[in-house]
């Protein structure tokens, strides 16, 4: 099934610079988890097992078309005859239904059943999708921090060894060395954990691109940087939308009408059905004895074709007794409950992002106008330590400052971007099948 990409794929949110020395961008990350994730896979296989479930459903239109041909050798002894001859002829029969109230439901169940499929790999997509695009972001966020943490890290080194100059020329005590090595490698384990959560991050990347890590094998490098663009949605616009649009909607709505044909089907078999049949034998010999024929009258006179209908009706059980119309009914309905939820947690959801996007905005504001100062400072903080004028507890203030507005600026990037993947994701936005856009 072709797949394409809608709007909000093609807002990437993050600059995407060219790929260079085994770089991937945003774009390429999606692609290749696109055609190569296993469980958007397995969904395509499964939309191609409905394709021959729907085959099977509309089977029930369709004639009954048999042919035997029995042969053998037939013993036995009659007066006038050989008491053993060979024998050979063909037997056929054709049977149509004339009337029977479950091939409407089936017919439209077969092609239901093709349409969940599709929903079914749409929601998978979606899913792997969403998951590699956050895993893209985390890459990416984690890198960054680490490059802060290793740049503030640098300047408390130097920092440490300034002091240690100072020690040694009796200028300052041991304490203000001790501090100030205490302050620097206070940094080490939050470089290390930034490094592993990037690390972690880009094998979640190679997992969800379907990467054959091997030992050779290098890991996805993202390439660009986290992006910062003000919003402003549509809230009410936005969760008319969603509702038409969003996989897991159209998919629950699917289930509720599959449901209800399977309850019709059901209850199809307790009304009356009729058929029509048309039955023939070639006998290119005479002679032959019918299984169980006591006589001559009862044996194969010739090629003969019969015509007949068949008509039935069960009468004792209307489906309710033994509970299978009561069964499917308790299904539909569980279905149509679980849909209005989903259906009502739309606008809760879309308020929730809506509320944090506004909350991220304001906080990304706030760092931003903060971080020149805490920056300039700093290093006002650095000089006046280096000619005495600052004492080291400025100084470690001065530089903490820095660090958190620093990394709280680039937090509030990360947590932008992954604000609007969810946004994409709740409004449906990701892709959508061709045949559903015409």
Same mark, same amino acid.
């Given at each position: 099934?072709?797949?394409?990409?809608?709007?909000?794929?093609?807002?990437?949110?993050?600059?995407?610079?060219?790929?260079?020395?085994?770089?991937?961008?945003?774009?390429?990350?999606?692609?290749?988890?696109?055609?190569?994730?296993?469980?958007?896979?397995?969904?395509?296989?499964?939309?191609?097992?409905?394709?021959?479930?729907?085959?099977?459903?509309?089977?029930?239109?369709?004639?009954?078309?048999?042919?035997?041909?029995?042969?053998?050798?037939?013993?036995?002894?009659?007066?006038?005859?050989?008491?053993?001859?060979?024998?050979?002829?063909?037997?056929?029969?054709?049977?149509?239904?004339?009337?029977?109230?479950?091939?409407?439901?089936?017919?439209?169940?077969?092609?239901?059943?093709?349409?969940?499929?599709?929903?079914?790999?749409?929601?998978?997509?979606?899913?792997?999708?969403?998951?590699?695009?956050?895993?893209?972001?985390?890459?990416?966020?984690?890198?960054?921090?680490?490059?802060?943490?290793?740049? %503030?890290?640098?300047?408390?080194?130097?920092?440490?060894?300034?002091?240690?100059?100072?020690?040694?020329?009796?200028?300052?005590?041991?304490?203000?060395?001790?501090?100030?090595?205490?302050?620097?490698?206070?940094?080490?384990?939050?470089?290390?954990?930034?490094?592993?959560?990037?690390?972690?991050?880009?094998?979640?990347?190679?997992?969800?691109?379907?990467?054959?890590?091997?030992?050779?094998?290098?890991?996805?490098?993202?390439?660009?940087?986290?992006?910062?663009?003000?919003?402003?949605?549509?809230?009410?616009?936005?969760?008319?939308?969603?509702?038409?649009?969003?996989?897991?909607?159209?998919?629950?709505?699917?289930?509720?009408?599959?449901?209800?044909?399977?309850?019709?089907?059901?209850?199809?078999?307790?009304?009356?059905?009729?058929?029509?049949?048309?039955?023939?034998?070639?006998?290119?010999?005479?002679?032959?004895?019918?299984?169980?024929?006591?006589?001559?009258?009862?044996?194969?006179?010739?090629?003969?074709?019969?015509?007949?209908?068949?008509?039935?009706?069960?009468?004792?059980?209307?489906?309710?007794?033994?509970?299978?119309?009561?069964?499917?009914?308790?299904?539909?309905?569980?279905?149509?409950?679980?849909?209005?939820?989903?259906?009502?947690?739309?606008?809760?959801?879309?308020?929730?992002?809506?509320?944090?996007?506004?909350?991220?905005?304001?906080?990304?504001?706030?760092?931003?106008?903060?971080?020149?100062?805490?920056? %300039?400072?700093?290093?006002?903080?650095?000089?006046?330590?280096?000619?005495?004028?600052?004492?080291?507890?400025?100084?470690?203030?001065?530089?903490?400052?820095?660090?958190?507005?620093?990394?709280?600026?680039?937090?509030?990037?990360?947590?932008?971007?992954?604000?609007?993947?969810?946004?994409?994701?709740?409004?449906?936005?990701?892709? %959508?099948?061709?045949?559903?856009?015409?």
């Amino acid at each position: 099934m072709k797949l394409r990409f809608a709007a909000a794929i093609l807002s990437l949110f993050a600059t995407a610079n060219p790929s260079f020395g085994g770089s991937i961008t945003l774009d390429e990350v999606l692609n290749s988890t696109l055609e190569k994730n296993p469980a958007i896979q397995q969904a395509k296989a499964n939309l191609e097992r409905a394709a021959g479930r729907r085959l099977v459903l509309r089977s029930i239109v369709w004639p009954n078309l048999k042919l035997n041909l029995p042969a053998g050798v037939q013993g036995g002894h009659r007066a006038g005859e050989n008491s053993t001859k060979v024998f050979g002829f063909a037997r056929g029969s054709l049977t149509q239904p004339l009337f029977n109230t479950a091939i409407p439901p089936s017919l439209r169940r077969g092609d239901v059943e093709v349409l969940i499929a599709e929903q079914q790999l749409n929601l998978a997509v979606e899913e792997q999708l969403h998951t590699a695009r956050l895993a893209f972001y985390s890459a990416l966020y984690n890198r960054e921090l680490q490059s802060v943490r290793e740049k %503030q890290r640098g300047h408390l080194d130097e920092n440490v060894a300034s002091q240690s100059d100072r020690y040694q020329a009796g200028l300052v005590d041991r304490g203000a060395f001790t501090s100030a090595t205490v302050e620097a490698r206070a940094l080490d384990p939050l470089v290390e954990n930034s490094r592993r959560a990037y690390t972690a991050a880009q094998l979640q990347l190679a997992q969800v691109m379907a990467v054959d890590l091997n030992s050779k094998a290098s890991l996805p490098n993202p390439d660009g940087e986290l992006s910062f663009a003000p919003t402003d949605f549509d809230l009410n616009a936005e969760t008319t939308a969603a509702l038409e649009r969003r996989t897991d909607i159209k998919l629950a709505r699917l289930l509720v009408r599959a449901a209800n044909q399977d309850e019709r089907i059901i209850a199809a078999g307790y009304y009356p059905s009729a058929a029509g049949s048309v039955t023939g034998d070639y006998i290119p010999v005479t002679g032959i004895h019918r299984e169980g024929s006591t006589s001559r009258t009862q044996d194969f006179l010739g090629s003969e074709i019969r015509e007949g209908a068949a008509y039935t009706w069960q009468v004792i059980d209307n489906g309710k007794v033994g509970g299978a119309v009561l069964r499917a009914r308790k299904a539909r309905e569980i279905n149509e409950v679980e849909l209005r939820k989903l259906e009502a947690s739309v606008g809760r959801e879309l308020s929730r992002i809506h509320n944090e996007l506004a909350g991220i905005d304001a906080r990304h504001k706030s760092f931003a106008a903060g971080s020149d100062v805490a920056g %300039q400072t700093a290093a006002a903080v650095q000089q006046n330590l280096g000619s005495g004028l600052a004492s080291e507890l400025e100084h470690r203030l001065a530089e903490g400052n820095y660090l958190k507005t620093q990394t709280g600026l680039l937090e509030a990037n990360y947590l932008h971007n992954v604000a609007l993947a969810e946004w994409d994701r709740a409004t449906g936005r990701y892709f %959508q099948f061709a045949e559903d856009v015409h």
